[in-house]
């Protein structure tokens, strides 16, 4: 092996979970802080619990708040409209085969 290449190898990083060791392993690093672990994994220990680091709950309801407060897109109804006359008119124009004959008599 070539000298110099390799990071520091230690026997024993601590593994920190709310401020406190909880157990050692191998690693580069010295500590390794967790949020969660073996010790209070929902798998491992039943119970529910909800990780959320980057708040994405809260921002996800805030968004959704927004939204439901926020008038619709005029852009989105004036289509909508469109799309509804454009089906009411191709609906009234068509003929049926009774009609033909009526006009041609």
């Known amino acids: 092996m070539k000298k110099g290449i390799h990071p520091k190898w230690n026997k024993e990083a601590k593994v920190i979970f709310n401020g406190k060791a909880v157990m050692t392993v191998g690693s580069t690093s010295d500590e390794i802080n967790t949020e969660i672990w073996s010790g209070n994994h929902p798998f491992y220990t039943g119970q ?3 990780v959320d680091t980057d708040n994405l709950v809260e921002k996800f309801n805030k968004k959704l708040e927004e939204a ?3 008038p619709t897109n ?6 909508a ?3 509804r006359a454009k ?18 008599k």
Do not use: G, H, P, Q
């Open 48 to 50: 529910e619990i909800l």
């Open 68 to 70: 439901k407060n926020k």
């Open 74 to 79: 005029s852009r989105a109804r004036k289509l």
């Open 81 to 83: 409209k469109r799309r």
């Open 87 to 104: 089906t009411d008119s191709a609906a009234k124009t068509e003929v049926t085969l009774r009609d033909m004959l009526k006009d041609f």
